[in-house]
């Protein structure tokens, strides 16, 4: 059985990648008869052959950007996410604490947590740092408000249920609460991740000299469009890769152990 999940797994996850290249492949071509036909000037939009090109002609400086700005967006993703789902688990064993801290988690989540971005530059400075505590407060908010909404809004004959068990409220929250609210969670990792990038390109167009990020500020200082879509392209690619490695953690670890238990 677990031979046969494993191998089902993997099956979805390489028609997937065929299914994105596909698609890619066809806006791509559809992409580069239009600038040809029209005759579009290469400063208002470039050649996808061109951005192949660019890519292949300067890969190690984009190598190099993709790393930072991924390690950036993997570890402040990483954090908000622990962040939020230990926030979320906090607020939900607690009335007392929802009832103080909910509204702060209401007025943050309202306004554009890009506004602090100055604020992180004063008090941290241009390093990667800034690109991490960015990429982390981007990705906490739509973790622990999903999470926290799917964690006090547990099916109440399922609460019900447990409670004629005589469950202590800590074996409700970990063994009922949380094992409903998976799914939420999974869900609420697949934004954050995305979000936890933008995040980290955020801080990179504050300052400093690596990353996409800074790619595409220096890009668009000189009209060089073949460099910012060949960085746009790769950071499509970033988020891909990132929703993708959850859903395939999701579509192996968690469906197995559901399975088991």
Known sequence: MEIFSSQSSLKIFRQEIGRYVTSVAVAGIAWQITVTAFDVPKYLLP???????VLFKEYPAFIEAMYY???NMLVGGSLGIIAGMFTALILASSKAARWILEPYLSIFQSFPR????PLLVVWIGFGAGLKIINAMLLAFFPVSVI???????????????????????QNILFKCRLMCAVPSIISSAKLALPYALIGSVLGEFMG?????????????ATFRLDRIFASILLLALLGTLGVGMITFFQNTVFKRFYLDN
């Open 47 to 53: 050649r996808p052959l061109e951005v192949i090109a």
């Open 69 to 71: 700005t991924s390690k």
């Open 114 to 117: 890009e506004s602090l971005l």
């Open 147 to 169: 999470s926290l909404n799917a964690l006090v809004n547990t099916r109440k004959d399922y609460i019900e249920l447990v409670k004629s068990w005589g469950m202590t409220p």
């Open 208 to 220: 400093g000299n690596d990353g996409l990020g800074n790619i595409i500020m220096t890009s668009s």
